[in-house]
């Protein structure tokens, strides 16, 4: 139902007006996604991301160097792995093939450039079984207090989206939550976190973290 997608959104505004670098930080209701301007289909204006302008960069050093240097070394990479477009995200003709559903992993900051991928997201990534991902939404099973707690930054939707600097927006937001210094938006007792970042044309990369 459309409303499932606004209900995504309107989640995304609650998580983002806990985050102080987000974009919009404003709570959105069910009802406003609904009745903001039509993009196509069921989708409107407020369940897709801004387009946003931004850079980021990463030191990349040794765990040596890290300890040498007196830096916070708490988290780790557990896994990371990259796919690219399969001849199904062509021949079965299926937009959901098309926009990354073959690119996702067996494996969570996810890409949520619209809140229809959000929700495809959650079932190919196993969070939710096929067909299970509206489910995983009315039950609360994807914010705090439920399951899982999916863009606890407030995801491309309301955090922003500025392209390039997504991936590392991420990351940082996993890092900052496995290291207890999320603050107001702190998902309670994190251990385990998953990043997925995907673009089309086409390639997805997942990296799963954890606190030592």
Not at 149 to 165: F, M, R, Y
């Amino acid at each position: 139902k459309a409303e499932t997608f606004a209900k995504i959104r309107a989640k995304a505004s609650r998580h983002a007006a806990r985050n102080p670098v987000a974009l919009f930080r404003k709570e959105v209701t069910v009802e406003e996604v609904m009745d903001s301007p039509v993009l196509i289909g069921p989708m409107t204006r407020l369940m897709a991301c801004p387009p946003t302008c931004g850079a980021a960069a990463a030191i990349v050093c040794s765990e040596a160097f890290a300890r040498a240097n007196a830096l916070d070394h708490r988290v780790r990479i557990l896994a990371q792995a990259m796919t690219t477009d399969t001849p199904s995200t062509f021949e079965a003709r299926n937009m959901m093939q098309l926009v990354g559903y073959d690119m996702t992993l067996d494996a969570v900051e996810l890409h949520d450039c619209f809140a229809t991928n959000e929700l495809l997201t959650y079932e190919a990534l196993r969070l939710a079984p096929e067909g299970g991902g509206e489910q995983m939404v009315e039950d609360g099973d994807n914010t705090h207090g439920g399951r899982v707690v999916t863009n606890p930054s407030g995801g491309l939707l309301s955090k922003g989206h500025p392209l390039g600097a997504t991936g590392l927006a991420q990351c940082t937001e996993l890092v900052q939550q496995l290291r207890g210094q999320a603050a107001d938006r702190q998902v309670e007792g994190a251990r385990i976190a998953l990043q997925h970042n995907l673009g089309l044309g086409g390639a997805c990369v997942v990296t799963m973290y954890q606190a030592t």
